[in-house]
């Protein structure tokens, strides 16, 4: 309950602490500086010169005027309210000037001073200090060493650095102060308005997520772009970018690895998961459009602030050569894109007003002498023919090519219509001031048309996304119980991994199918017990030191008879003393042999970020080789399933090739949605491979026929 009013309380500095960070009606600067050299001063300049309409007050015990504004000893002897602080004193001297915020009760303050964790455990402790004064003193803080952050619509730049951008729909997010300045650059040399730039700085108090979270509601901020390094808190970032990418488009550079998982990884998957599977599933679930480039970023950004969202995938592209129009068409195959098919009348209007020799199909090619006439007939055509969603206009400088008057014909065609268009004029010197056109008039353009092909793409995407139902969780009747006996069991032995009979007994009450199995203890048993389960059966050498019983020579299939479970059972155990010396051997494990079937894989790591982690993927070269796997967070609805398989590469053979009958995929959902539950209910479980997990013809289902389990120790502090 404590936790639960201090959440709340939490929750609605928040939203006080950041409105006074981009809209603070009093901002005092403290250590503003008369030196021209001097962060202090550049800052205070530019909040002055950025057009701040509200109260500034500069804040130097040593100074009487700064800039023309009379300048105060501390910011408690300011007589009127202060919403912000933007602080650039030495790092010593930061956590004194935080209290004195805190005793005038300042909401927000921006800690351009760097000196703190990212220097060492010294710097570490100073932050921790700052961040303690902020929390018990209900302020918000942004930074410690950070660039600050600007607001165009309250005319604010709180930043050292040169530029304030243009006003418009982008936000920008930025855990680098280098590339909050490189972006900056960009927004000026392209004139691309934004709305909030903010550096995160060491994000010791503000993260990406309040941001994000703040920003849902935010009409300034119609398009969200960011480039992170790490994510503070992966379960509430894919909760509050969920929210956000239902309204909004979020696009984002994620650089840098996770921290290692929280132990030695030894389960399959958690190898093949690696640093970045787990970012990379969690940005499918919520939407979030990732990018690898600022370049991207930045053309993304600028695509979805311009441009309405197209209504479906099929692009027509008007050209005046050949070669740029089939790099677009192959680009659209690439990123599922659809070429549109005209309707008559648009092929008849494209005939009448076009030279013989140009194609009036997608690509429809107006021919390398064409001027603008030949561009009117064609953009009019295509965007009133109903089986268009978009628009891409590609132009490469040729002799009669005028850049600007083809421009105008795209710009008042647009005013026409409200279907996507993009651009692509090639070349430099020559589309210069078309693309400068276009620019004012909102029309991306881009250098290559595969960029222009990526941007409708990810159009789609976002729309796609936004249309995309919210699917609730699906939940099984299992036998919970059954699970906490083993788990219990574990524990009292201090163990970290399950027994193979175990694990079966943990997937058996999550519903999953396992073959008929049972421990033989002596030679004797093991025949009685095969002959009980009935031949053919395999033998498996069971050991909780024994990981690979194949490389033991612990494993035995397709024994036929009595006579070749005594055999088999002597040679196990024997080999499994000789290759495994000092492994405690449990005995040895009789099992039906598996229906035929195709092998696949369902595992599950633990990411330090994001918790557990699903995977699914064709057994043997196609996952260890291949690299054929696909990752979610945990929990999964049933559509994350469908899709994690519908991912892989290998899904065509799932499906059946050459006469085969198709794989029971719904066997796999169920499968993967079961071990989603139960990693949920078990959060202790932190690795986990079901290997094979042999699906069996459409209808007949799926059996796991190995089960390994790994728990985290109390230690890993993941027990439940
Ligand atoms: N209250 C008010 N003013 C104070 C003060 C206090 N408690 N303590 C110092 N000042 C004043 C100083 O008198 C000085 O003013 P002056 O020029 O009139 O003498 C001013 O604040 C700055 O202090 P100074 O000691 O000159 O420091 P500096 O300007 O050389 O460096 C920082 C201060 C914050 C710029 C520096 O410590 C720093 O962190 N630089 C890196 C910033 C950075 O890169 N951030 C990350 C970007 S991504």
Redo the contacts with the bound molecule.
């Keep these: 309950m404590a936790n639960r009013v201090a959440a709340v309380a939490r929750k609605e500095k928040t939203k006080l602490g950041l409105e006074a960070l981009f809209a603070p009606d009093a901002i005092a600067v ?6 021209t050299d ?4 550049v800052v205070l300049r530019n909040i002055l010169e950025g057009g701040y309409r509200g109260k500034v007050y500069p ?5 009487d005027v ?1 800039l023309g504004l009379r300048c105060y ?3 408690s002897a300011v007589r009127g309210p202060i919403d912000l602080a933007v ?5 010593d ?2 956590a ?2 935080l209290q ?1 915020c805190v005793k005038k009760r300042v909401k927000a303050a921006v800690v ?4 703190f964790r990212e220097i060492g455990p010294e710097g570490a402790k100073a932050e921790k200090e700052i961040v303690r004064i902020a929390r018990e003193g209900g302020l918000r803080l942004l ?6 952050h600007i607001d165009t619509h309250s005319h604010l730049n709180a930043t ?1 650095a040169a530029r304030m951008p243009l006003a418009g729909d982008i936000s920008f997010i930025s855990q ?3 590339l ?1 300045s490189a972006i900056l650059d960009m927004a000026d040399s392209e004139r691309v308005g934004f709305a909030k730039f903010v ?1 995160l ?1 060491n994000k010791a108090d503000i993260d990406e997520i309040d941001l994000l979270e703040a920003w849902r509601e935010d009409e300034a901020s119609q398009v969200v772009i960011a480039y992170l390094e790490g994510i503070t808190d992966g379960h509430r970032f894919m909760r509050v970018a969920r929210d956000l990418t239902k309204r909004k488009p979020l696009v984002v550079v994620k650089s840098g690895v996770t921290a290692a998982g929280s132990r030695a990884v030894s389960s399959h998957t958690g190898t093949l998961a690696g640093s970045d599977a787990a970012y990379s599933a969690a940005f499918k679930q919520t939407g979030v459009i990732r990018v690898q480039t600022l370049d991207d970023l930045f053309d993304l950004g600028v695509a979805f602030a311009y441009q309405p969202l197209p209504r479906g995938r099929r692009l027509a592209i008007v050209t005046n050569a050949g070669g740029p129009g089939i790099m677009a068409t192959d680009a659209c195959g690439s990123v599922g894109l659809e070429l549109a098919r005209f309707q008559p009348e648009t092929i008849e209007d494209m005939r009448n007003g076009l030279p013989s020799t140009a194609s009036v199909y997608t690509p429809v090619d107006v021919v390398g002498d064409a001027g603008p006439e030949r561009y009117r007939v064609a953009v009019k055509a295509v965007l009133n023919d109903p089986g268009v969603d978009g628009l891409l206009v590609l132009l490469t400088p040729q002799r009669l090519t005028d850049a600007v008057r083809t421009a105008e014909v795209v710009i008042d065609a647009s005013r026409n219509s409200d279907k996507t268009i993009v651009t692509s004029f090639m070349g430099t010197l020559s589309v210069q001031a078309g693309v400068e056109r276009l620019r004012e008039a909102r029309i991306p353009n881009y250098s290559f048309p595969e960029e222009a092909i990526a941007a409708f793409a990810a159009m789609n995407q976002q729309r796609d996304w936004m249309l995309k139902p919210i699917e609730g969780l699906k939940t099984f009747h299992v036998d919970r119980r059954a699970v906490e006996r083993v788990m219990k069991r574990a524990r009292a032995d201090g163990r970290d991994t399950l027994g193979d009979i175990e694990a079966r007994e943990v997937v058996e009450a999550y519903g999953l199918h396992t073959p008929r199995s049972a421990l033989a203890r002596s030679t004797d048993e093991a025949v009685a017990l095969a002959t009980e389960i009935g031949f053919p059966v395999a033998m498996k050498i069971v050991s909780p030191d024994i990981l690979h019983k194949s490389d033991v020579g612990g494993v035995r299939l397709g024994i036929k008879s009595p006579e070749e479970a005594r055999a088999a059972d002597i040679a196990i155990v024997g080999n499994a003393r000789k290759y495994a010396p000092g492994a405690q051997i449990w005995g040895v494990a009789i099992q039906e042999m598996v229906r035929p079937g195709k092998e696949t894989i369902i595992g599950v790591s633990y990411d330090a970020q994001f918790g557990h982690l699903l995977a699914f993927g064709l057994g043997g070269i196609y996952v260890e080789v291949l690299k054929d796997i696909a990752f979610r967070v945990a929990p999964i609805t049933p559509k994350d399933a469908d899709e994690m398989i519908r991912e892989i590469r290998s899904y065509l053979l799932l499906k059946g090739v050459r006469r085969e009958k198709p794989s029971d995929i719904q066997a796999i959902v169920d499968g993967l949605l079961r071990v989603s539950q139960l990693v949920t209910d078990f959060p202790e479980i932190i690795e986990m491979d079901i290997n094979p997990l042999m699906v069996h013809e459409e209808g007949q289902g799926a059996t796991a026929v190995d089960v390994r389990i790994g728990l985290a120790t109390p230690a890993q502090g993941q027990g439940s």
């Design positions: 403290v250590g503003a500086s008369g030196a001097k962060l202090g001063h804040i130097n015990p040593s100074a700064i000893p501390s910011v602080i650039v004193v030495p790092r001297a930061v004194v000037v004195d351009i001073t760097a000196g930074g410690p060493n950070c660039l600050g050292f680098s102060g280098a909050f550096s700085g």
